[in-house]
Each structure stands twice: as C-alpha cells, then as structure tokens.
C-alpha cells in the first residue's frame, strides 16, 4: 500500500498550488480521502475530505472558499488546488485514505511553504 504526494514547494502569498496523491495497493475507489496539514510545532490538522462514490466534499474553516478537493478513481488520485495561499497555510501536507473503521493510509507528506 502506497500513497505518494507531490506538488508541494515555494510560492509567494496569493499564490496557487495543486497538489496530488497517487494511490497503489488497495481499492482506491472505495476510499474516503482526505488532505491533513502539520505546521511547525504545531499538531496535524484535518484540511479536506471527499467521498468514495458521491464525491461529496467538506472543508476546514480555515480553507474553505480558498483550496477544493477532487479526485479522479481510474487514476486513483486525490487533489487538492490550494488558491490564495497564506504565509498561516505553510505545513507538511499528506494525503489519508479510510474506509468505513477499519483500513487508514498516510502518505509520507509534501511540503507547502508559503512566502515572500
């Protein structure tokens, strides 16, 4: 089982980024994904969700309005385009697969730093 994320990197505030989660190993389709951000010192924090099937999606106060969560199951991927970025946005970011209570992935996290 594998989730890997790119995309992440430098961008001045107001800025744009998108980045990508690559799933392998497991039926990514049946997967409720999600984006988790850590900030230095501080603990992981819940960014974005989507559904498995509907696609529903649900954000953070923090970023709604500014970052949309997308997936596309035949590429087994999840995005995550971040628009209007904040110097307050820079963390780690990594991808979480979950289904139902039992299986949960992380991906090894990509970096987001936001600066002038």
């Known amino acids: 089982v594998q989730l890997v994320e790119s995309g992440g990197g430098l961008v001045q505030p107001g800025g744009s980024l998108r980045l990508s989660c690559v799933a392998s190993g497991f039926t990514f389709s049946s997967f409720y994904m999600s984006w988790y951000r850590q900030a230095p010192g501080k603990g992981r924090e819940w960014v974005a969700a989507?559904?498995?099937?509907?696609?529903?999606?649900d954000y953070a106060d923090s970023v709604k309005g500014r970052f949309t969560i997308s997936r596309d199951n035949a590429k087994n991927t999840v995005y995550l385009q971040m628009d209007s970025l904040k110097p307050e946005d820079t963390a780690v970011y990594y991808c979480?697969?979950?289904?139902?209570?039992?299986?949960?992935?992380w991906g090894q996290g990509t970096q987001v730093i936001v600066s002038s």
């Open positions: 979480f697969a979950r289904r139902g209570m039992g299986s949960k992935y």
């Open positions: 989507i559904t498995s099937t509907l696609g529903s999606t």
